[in-house]
Structures are given as C-alpha cells and as structure tokens.
C-alpha cells in the first residue's frame, strides 16, 4: 500500500539522517488457479497484490549490505564479499546476492530499511516479495538491467540453492513480472507471461483462514520428488508433458498415491489452460468451476489442503455471488481465494467469514484484493527531496 512507501521512507530519515536515494517495492500475490504445477513446469494463473515488501535505500562506498526490517529486531547484516550461511529472514536477502555474485554481477554495498504489509506463511509469497525487493534495490545500486523474468529465475536460485526450500518459480515470476488489473498465465517451462484479464464485474477475495502452515517444506519437498519419479517412470521430462492415458497406462507400475498425485498435476494444467480461456471470454461462472474443481483435486489427489481451508471454501461457496473458491499457494494453512460478483463482495467476504468463524473458532480475515504491476522502482516521497 501507498502509505508503506512513505512511511519506510520516514524510517530510512529517522534512521540515517537523510533521505534514501532508491525507495522499491515488490508485491506479494495470489494465485487463482494453477497449484503445485510450477515445479513440474506447468501453468499457473497468479496476480500481484497490492500488499507488498517496500525497501528504502542508498548505497555505501563499502561492500557491506546492512538492512532494518521493521518486523525484525535484527538487522539482515553481511558483506557481498564473504558470505557465510546464518538463519533468520536475512538469508532470503543473502541468498539474492549470492545469486547474482553467482551469474558474474558485480554488487554494491547498500543500507536501507523494508517493512511490508504481506501476511508472513499466509501462501501470499511474503518471501518471494522480500526476494524481488532485494534483488530490484541491488540491481539498481549495481547498475544492472532490470529483466523482470530473469529476476524472478535468480530470485528462485536464492530460496532454491541458498535458503535450501524447492519452491517452483511461480511466487517470483508473480513478484516480478504482474501486470496491473490482470492475473498473468505463466508457462513455467517457456516463462512466458501472458497477462489475463478478470472477468468483468468480478473480484477477488482473500480469506485468510488465520491458521499457518507448520513443517511445510518437508512435506513440499516430498511432493515435488514424487512428482518428479513419476516423471521418471513415465519417461517424460516433467509432468506437464503427461497425459491421463500415459499415466492410466502405467498404473501397474505406481503406487496409488504416486497415481493421485500425478493425476493432479495434469488435470490442475488442463484447468488453468481452460480457466485462461473462459477469463477471455469473461465467463466467471466457468472460471468459479475450474476453482473449485481445483480445490477438490488438492484436497483429495494432492492432498495439500487443511480442515480449515476446507471449511473456508465451504462457506464461501455457499454465499450467492460466489463463483468459486480454492486454497492458495503451497497449502496446509493460509488463504483460500475466491472469485465474486463486485457487487456481492463485501456481503460473500463477511458471511463466508461469519460462517467459517462459526463453525472452526478460528479468527479469519477477508478482504478485497487488487491486482498491480510487478517490482518496480518507485520515486522517493517528494516530501523528503
Ligand atoms: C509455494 C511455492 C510455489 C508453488 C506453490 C504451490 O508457493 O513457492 O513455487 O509451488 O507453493 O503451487
């Protein structure tokens, strides 16, 4: 939001004395539909949102990269030139540097202070966010070109190789490459980025189920790798090049859940294709179905969802106005979202979370989400030139 551009700028002041010389920001996002795809090369239809990871900065004349979280009590705080793996949200920042020291870019020592409004382990891409805003601010001290999908890859390396979780590149692609008032169609495999417009008259919720995923990234882990032994036994680079009569085909040599969960991934690629076509041809009822076809197959092959994401789409599904809902991002916790008639917006959101609070006693939140443009370089507050 508008306002965390200002106020990191007024603790950037307070902080140093002075003004920052770069203010950046990157979105966290949703994904309408396309789960557990994005590492088996799939599809995915996800949107930047306008909460987002702000960073104000000005570069230093030494190689040290010294950043002030206002969620943090410590500082992330390291040098580009002898680079030391620690814990803690420094390792995302950390990791980016090391990722484009490790493509040949020469960096620049920089200070600065980020704060950010995206819901830490919501499935909102709080990291990716955090990642993109690293990577947009050294690039920017550095002097680098800024290729948004090029980011996204090195940004992915970092979580990958550096904070060691195999997250696919959708949540950065989305940080990077969103286009204001549209979900973008990625082929993970090409990253091409085809930006899809919203039916008209809809909007996007986010329900936030106010339950967070616990020991996620082993069971992520796992999934990605039966993915890819699938892959493997079906003879195909991933399992975006699958079909359900080759899977059929090799039933006798899977396991039932290696079965389910490959099924999945195919039909969850064929859905996002199918929802890209009815969202041009702005037919929300067809892209609601697609969702909720979606959630099922997570809930019942994949078996990434939660009871209380479960209930949470119940409920809104349950609302007049609501075309469809599914859980979002890795699962096991967070957010479902879900598309609704404009008009029908504020009266799904309170009822569907009225409802949900009924039935499970968790405090959720609900809230009307706008899709913006990727990470970008914003001009300092006038205020403080
Ligand atoms: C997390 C990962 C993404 C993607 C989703 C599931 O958000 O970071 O790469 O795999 O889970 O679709």
Redesign the pocket.
Known sequence: MADLRVSVTEAFRHRFGAPPVHVVRAPGRV?LI??????NDGF?MPLAIEQAVWLAVRPRDDDRVVLHSTRATEPADFRLGAMERGDGWGEYAKGVAWALQAQGHELRGLEGVLASDVPEGA?L?S??ALELAVARALSEGAGLDWDPADMARTA?RA?NEWVG?R??????MASACGVAGHAVLLDCRSLAVTPTPLPAWTTVLVLDTGTRRGLVDSA?NAR?ETCERVARVLGVPALRDATLDGLQAAEDVLMPTQVRRARHVVTENARVLAAADAMRQGDAARVGALMAASHASLRDDYE?SSPALDAFVEAAQAQPGCYGARM????FGGCVVALVASDRAEAVAEAAALAYRQWTGHAPTAYRVRAVGGASLEPVPALFL
Do not use: F, K, L, P
Request: proline letters at 0%.
């Open positions: 994904n396309g789960e557990h795809t994005d590492y995915v499935g891409s990291s990716a992915q979580e979780v997250c696919g590149v959708m949540d950065q992520y990605r990434v979002t991002g890795a699962g």
